[in-house]
Nanobody, 125 residues
Framework: QLQLVESGGGLVQPGGSLRLSCVVS????????IGWFRQAPGKEREGVLCISKIGSTNYADSVKGRFTISRDNAKNTVYLQMNSLKPEDAAIYYCAATRSYQCPPQAVIYEYDYWGQGTQVTVSS
């Protein structure tokens, strides 16, 4: 059974860091691209970053230079390292999978077939 489980969210002060994890089961990271998305209250879900077998794609200009994505095939885990967090980064963060060896060039939600339940990130002093 294919499953994605996020963790690592929490409360952090502005300027702080968090590392989110997405543990996947029932699939091989070599066969799927994994994307991180986020959704703040009252806003649409937006793409953040994606990683695949051949590379990564940045979906959000607002996180460039602050967020990075990586993966550990041995642990079947994809990470989202978030540094220099801002209040506007607060959202529920989701990981999602699409069966492709490369990331979709655009963060089109319907191209991702499987989703985790999300983890809450709060940025506040």
């Amino acid at each position: 059974q294919l499953q994605l489980v996020e963790s690592g969210g929490g409360l952090v002060q502005p300027g702080g860091s968090l590392r989110l994890s997405c543990v996947v089961s029932g699939l091989s990271l070599d066969d799927y691209a994994i994307g991180w998305f986020r959704q703040a209250p009252g806003k649409e879900r937006e793409g953040v970053l994606c990683i695949s077998k051949i590379g990564s794609t940045n979906y959000a200009d607002s996180v460039k230079g602050r967020f990075t994505i990586s993966r550990d095939n041995a642990k079947n885990t994809v990470y989202l390292q978030m540094n220099s967090l801002k209040p506007e980064d607060a959202a529920i963060y989701y990981c999602a999978a699409t069966r492709s060896y490369q990331c979709p060039p655009q963060a089109v939600i319907y191209e991702y077939d499987y989703w985790g339940q999300g983890t809450q990130v709060t940025v506040s002093s």
